[in-house]
């Protein structure tokens, strides 16, 4: 009987061929595949224990980076007023504690001599670079070069210092910045050849071209103590406002020009002629300032703030044609054009607006001399009493009408028939520019905005209101030792965290059966988990020299249980903050501090050539294999499976032949009987 690879027939014969090759595939299965896919299931729980100590590592590494030096050398501001009587200040200005550039680290920075532009060095030339205590990083030019080509191998040479180049009367120099700050990391420079000009050694007698720009500066805290404070004046932005102006008023020529303090003039551009385009053009320029349109009810008036406080910035607008009515002179005068010595006036008259009232000047002779004069013009305004003072200026045979307002407000004149040309407008101050005011244990501090800074090292005061004769303020820098005892907890429980959930994927359970394996959780055997546990106890186990003494952690209430988790000891942490506060911030986090080394000891296990991504690589190497000799098991199965049936097929068919004979001969020999 023909029979096909594979195919079974269970009518063949007698025997059932489908059961007996399913039970001898079996059997070769549970000796060839079992053990594969055992081994794979175990490789997974690896990888999928690893993934999850990972997890935890990686949130115990964001913690650390909570935990800065401020968090263990936090201070607080206490302000108190023992002023007596009446009418005492209260919250005259807050304190921001060490938010000043006073106390924070400064990298070194160093700058060459000045190089003329497109000088040439050579091919082969080196420059070493060393910061610090690190070894030096020579950087040797691979073609002749321009100082670009100099700055730019030096960057791409990974010395630990970041090079750019500045430019003044004396040449192209070389900045050399080290990009980490401190006093440990100085910059030392030798060179050879076309860049032997590039030395720098603070310690050499040897003279150098290459000259400190900036000195490198440890981070510090602010000065604790006990500070006298008084606010007398508080800064403010000069801010002024035009004259009324009528709803629909256009400014078709002209220009208009605004300048702040010692900045350069900005020349304004209105794209519509309206006063909104005017604003706009303002507030589109770099003008330092800022415009808004403000309506009285009747009229508009165009206002101008300067970007920036302080008395360095004030405002000088000029605007000639319609923007005239614009125009803003420091001095808050209008002063009007040149006009020759001895001009008479014969007919018209003038309006004066000012102080918000409108008030019509008719000059006459009040000289007595037979004509009307600038003179004459200058009494008859300061006889109208219109809040303004008139008076005149002379020089090189020219006068001058000069306005200067009792108040604030902006002054507006305007001349008719032969006054027309004393005709000029000049915006109104609502706010002058001014320094802050304020004296610190006696001293006079000024300062062009109400955040102080610097003035008390470590300290910004964030003025806000001017304080009296009878307030006595005091501000106390202090410790602040709750903050300590906050950033201690956190530092302890983010540990603690790490430590459990690791003891729970390595955790091992006795078996209570006599003969059998014990339960182990996923990375209980594994060897890498132990060692990154004993990294990190040794560095929790670090000791730092202080001005007191050498620390530890135990001296100042953390310690090891006996589960390897910390405890906190909030008694002997406030004790040790009392006697050494600064010793404590030195021991966590200085650096070669407690919680830096366990943060590059962090950086290091999850970096992509650490312990973890090692382990993890491997793990999924060694699946792959299992996976490829499971595919190679399967197949195998597969042609033995085919290889059975056919065999058993064969023997199916070869018996029920037999059975066929035997019957026949059955038969036959049945006959001879009979």
Do not use: W
């Not at 999850?52 to 206490?78: C, E, I, P, V």
């Not at 420091?330 to 001009?343: A, E, N, R």
């Not at 306005?403 to 915006?427: E, F, H, K, R």
Request: charged share 10%.
């Amino acid at each position: 009987m023909p029979t096909s690879t594979g195919s079974i027939s269970t009518s063949a014969g007698p025997l059932d061929v489908a059961t007996l090759v399913s039970q001898l595939i079996s059997v070769e299965s549970k000796a060839q595949l079992t053990p594969l896919t055992t081994k794979a299931s175990g490789i997974n729980a690896l990888i999928s224990g690893y993934g999850n100590l990972k997890s935890a590592l990686t949130t115990y590494q964001s913690a650390l980076k909570g935990l800065t030096a401020a968090s263990f050398s936090s201070q607080k501001a206490a302000l108190t007023n023992a002023g007596t009587g009446t009418n005492l200040t209260t919250d005259p200005f807050t304190a921001d504690i060490n938010t000043d550039s006073s106390t924070k680290v400064l990298a070194q920075k160093l700058q060459s001599g000045g190089f003329a532009q497109g000088q040439t060095f050579n091919a082969g030339d080196t420059i070493a670079i060393k910061v610090g205590t690190n070894q030096p990083t020579f950087v040797t030019l691979k073609a002749n070069a321009t100082l670009a080509g100099v700055r730019d191998a030096i960057n791409a040479g990974n010395t630990g210092v970041t090079a750019s180049i500045v430019s003044d009367g004396s040449g192209d120099h070389l900045v050399f910045e080290a990009n980490t700050g401190g006093t440990a990391n100085t910059i030392k420079l030798t060179a050879n050849n076309s860049l032997s000009s590039l030395f720098y050694d603070a310690s050499s007698t040897h003279p150098s071209s290459v000259t400190q720009l900036q000195a490198p500066r440890d981070a510090s805290k602010a000065a604790s103590g006990q500070y006298a404070i008084a606010v007398s004046q508080l800064a403010q932005a000069q801010k002024v406002s035009s004259t009324g102006i009528a709803p629909g008023t256009t400014f078709d020529n002209g220009i208009l020009a605004i300048k702040t303090g010692t900045g350069s003039t900005a020349i304004i551009k209105p794209t519509t002629n309206t006063l909104a385009g005017v604003r706009d053009a303002i507030n589109a320029s770099d003008a330092g300032v800022n415009a808004s349109i403000i309506s009285d009810g009747t009229n508009d008036h165009l206002v101008v703030t300067a970007k920036d406080s302080g008395a360095a910035n004030t405002l000088r607008i000029s605007g000639t044609g319609n923007f005239s009515m614009l125009s803003f002179d420091p001095s808050g005068t209008l002063i009007s054009p040149s006009f020759t010595t001895g001009q008479t006036y014969n007919a018209g008259s003038l309006t004066l607006q000012a102080g918000g009232q409108s008030v019509t000047i008719n000059p006459t002779d009040l000289d007595g001399n037979g004509s009307i004069g600038l003179n004459d013009v200058m009494k008859a305004i300061n006889n109208a009493n219109a809040n303004v003072t008139a008076s005149i200026t002379s020089s090189g045979g020219q006068d001058h009408l000069v306005l200067a307002p009792s108040g604030t407000s902006p002054i507006s004149l305007v001349g008719a028939g032969d006054y027309a040309n004393l005709s000029g407008s000049s915006m109104g101050q609502l706010a002058k520019a001014q320094d802050a005011h304020v004296s610190i244990d006696g001293v006079a501090v000024t300062s062009s905005s109400n955040k102080v800074a610097d003035a008390i090292s470590g300290v910004t005061l964030n003025l806000a209101k001017v304080t009296n004769s009878n307030d006595n303020f005091s501000l106390a820098i202090t410790n602040d030792n709750s903050g300590v005892s906050t950033a201690a907890n956190t530092f302890v429980n983010s540990y603690n965290t790490l430590a459990k959930t690791i003891s729970s994927m390595t955790a091992q359970k006795p078996s209570t059966t006599l003969g059998a394996a014990n339960t182990s959780a996923p990375l209980g055997a594994e060897s890498s988990v132990q060692n990154i546990i004993n990294q990190l106890r040794n560095t929790l186990m670090t000791s730092m020299g202080t001005t007191n003494g050498t620390l530890t952690l135990s001296q100042i209430g953390i310690s090891f249980q006996k589960d390897g988790t910390l405890a906190l000891d909030s008694a002997k942490l406030t004790t040790a903050t009392n006697a050494n506060f600064d010793g404590i911030s030195t021991l966590l986090t200085s650096t070669n501090g407690v919680i830096p080394k366990l943060q590059t000891l962090m950086d290091s296990i999850l970096s992509d050539t650490g312990i973890i991504a090692t382990k993890t690589n491997g793990l999924q190497n060694s699946l792959k294999i299992n996976t490829d000799q499971q595919t190679a098991v399967n197949a195998r199965l597969t042609r033995l499976k085919d290889t059975y049936t056919n065999q058993f097929n064969k023997l199916n068919v070869t018996l029920s032949s037999m059975q066929s004979t035997q019957s026949y001969l059955t038969q036959q020999l049945g006959k001879l009987v009979k």
